[in-house]
């Protein structure tokens, strides 16, 4: 299926005539930022026809040199006090113009951002990075597939509550582990059924939702496609997750681990190549990998992503808390292993055939999916380029292995790895590279600032 024959997508002309016929009175002309949240402007209907489609709109370039409470850091050489914080532009990208439909009478295009004065992608931002190793696949003949297995846990508490309560004792829907319970799932229906329904009439086919192993704990899952329509979908879901969840006066969270005492929350990337035009997988083979039928080109990308998967990290877990999700027995990985069909392995084979895929359990539901998916295709070029052969294929428990890598335990760590990796260099750019280890330090020094309710807790009295 073809994104125009996707319900709720729409084009040009359907847009026009629904802005005429007042059926659609505003466009949201976004962006996903390095926290991949969607920033942007809401554009009547009229104006975005009548001027944005020929001339774009503009944004300030602070937004991709600013944190997470919109304070700009000092420190990147993409723009700073000393440039004037000047503009850049948002091209709107039509093949991904739909109805935002959970919003009345809301169009949403997401747009590329492009240089103020050239017509060039701005390098750093999130969709440029991944649009740049597409473009590299396709040079070698390939097109990648993927998707995204996103988790988020939902809470009777609305934000404005949890923010009363400075996010302590929060009340999650449920009691306890519902991982696959229809009864406590219908407890949590009316906000994510609702979910499901909106996605499915904005251009986010929708397969199904789940209990997951945490209380108040879901998956739903979005139906397959290329990875920059793929991480469109995935970024679309976290929005309207959220703004949904407002207008059912509860919260949701995307937040890898929000407590230490329950599951974290795990965004599961699956990935295969297939030729050109998309039209033939490319995995599947005569080579035999245990019960796997595979290809080489199978065997070199799983190869090179586990080679390269520590020097990336922090584009699959970016904050210090998105850490506090890998233990021991957790379904999220601790070991660097590929295994058939094992959750306990950070790469799980799955499928047969054409849906032959590899499944990566290491990003977090708080990774951006544009940077997770473009360090997953850089890294799997490299192993077709190189043809790097990935360790045996491990059977058992990950969890009890001694002997393998370990991903790392602290973003600290990432961040270490990230910054010496030559291949990162070359893979990315110099300016990229140092860009986004600008990004995670600040992430990190954030936090190695704050004093938390659990210092507070434990010293306070007793220190």
């Known amino acids: 299926m073809t994104s125009s024959q996707v319900p709720g997508m729409?084009?040009?002309?359907?847009?026009?005539?629904?802005?005429?016929?007042?059926?659609?009175?505003?466009?949201?002309?976004?962006?996903?930022d390095m926290y991949g949240r969607l920033m942007g402007k809401r554009i009547t209907g009229r104006y975005f026809v009548d001027e944005v489609l020929e001339h774009s709109v503009h944004a300030c370039d602070y937004l991709?040199?600013?944190?997470m409470e919109m304070d700009p850091v000092a420190g990147y050489a993409f723009t700073s006090w000393a440039s004037g914080y000047g503009d850049f532009r948002l091209v709107p990208d039509l093949k991904t113009l739909r109805v935002a439909s959970w919003l009345e009478k809301n169009a949403m295009v997401i747009c590329d951002l492009l240089n103020?004065?050239?017509?060039?992608?701005?390098?750093i931002a999130p969709r440029s990075i991944l649009r740049k190793q597409i473009e590299r696949a396709a040079a070698m003949g390939y097109s990648a597939m993927g998707g995204s297995e996103l988790e988020l846990y939902v809470f009777k508490d609305t934000y404005e509550e949890a923010a009363r309560k400075q996010y302590n004792n929060l009340e999650p829907f449920?009691?306890?582990?519902?991982?696959?319970?229809?009864?406590?799932?219908t407890k949590e229906e009316f906000v994510i059924g609702e979910i499901r329904r909106h996605l499915d009439r904005s251009g986010v086919p929708v397969e199904f939702s789940k209990g997951e192993w945490g209380p108040g704990q879901q998956e739903i899952n979005l139906r397959y496609a290329d990875f920059?329509?793929?991480?469109?979908?995935?970024?679309?879901?976290?929005?309207?997750?959220?703004?949904?969840?407002?207008?059912?006066?509860c919260a949701v969270t995307f937040m890898a681990?929000?407590?230490?005492?329950?599951a974290g929350s795990g965004l599961h990337l699956h990935a295969s190549l297939w030729d050109a035009d998309g039209s033939k997988p490319l995995f599947p083979g005569k080579e035999n990998l245990g019960p796997i039928h595979s290809s080489p080109l199978f065997r070199y990308f799983l190869g090179?992503?586990?080679?390269?998967?520590?020097?990336?990290?922090?584009?699959?877990?970016?904050?210090p808390t998105s850490y506090k999700r890998y233990r021991a027995g957790s379904f999220a990985p601790t070991g660097i292993a590929w295994s058939y069909d094992n959750r306990t392995a950070g790469f799980r084979i799955v499928g047969h055939g054409p849906s032959l895929r590899i499944e990566c359990r290491a990003p977090g539901a708080d990774a951006n999916i544009y940077l997770a998916f473009a360090a997953t295709l850089a890294a799997g070029l490299d192993?077709?380029?190189?043809?790097?052969?990935?360790?045996?294929?491990?059977t058992g428990d990950v969890y009890a292995a001694a002997d393998l890598p370990h991903v790392p335990r602290t973003l600290n760590e990432a961040i270490q790895e990230f910054e010496k990796s030559a291949w990162a260099c070359e893979a990315f750019g110099d300016a990229i590279v140092e860009h986004y280890l600008h990004f995670f330090r600040t992430e990190q020094r954030k936090f190695d600032e704050a004093v938390t309710s659990w210092e507070r807790a434990r010293y306070f009295e007793r220190a």
């Open 383 to 394: 192993g077709i380029k190189n043809k790097i052969e990935p360790p045996p294929m491990f």
């Open 174 to 185: 449920g009691q306890y582990i519902e991982d696959y319970h229809i009864f406590q799932g």
């Open 116 to 123: 103020e004065e050239k017509d060039e992608l701005v390098e």
């Open 257 to 262: 681990k929000w407590d230490e005492r329950y």
């Open 304 to 319: 090179g992503w586990m080679a390269h998967i520590r020097e990336v990290y922090p584009f699959y877990a970016p904050y």
């Open 10 to 32: 729409l084009n040009v002309e359907t847009l026009k005539q629904m802005v005429a016929d007042e059926r659609i009175e505003t466009v949201l002309a976004v962006f996903p």
């Open 64 to 67: 991709l040199a600013c944190d």
């Open 228 to 249: 920059l329509e793929m991480s469109d979908r995935h970024t679309i879901y976290k929005h309207a997750a959220k703004e949904i969840a407002l207008q059912k006066n």
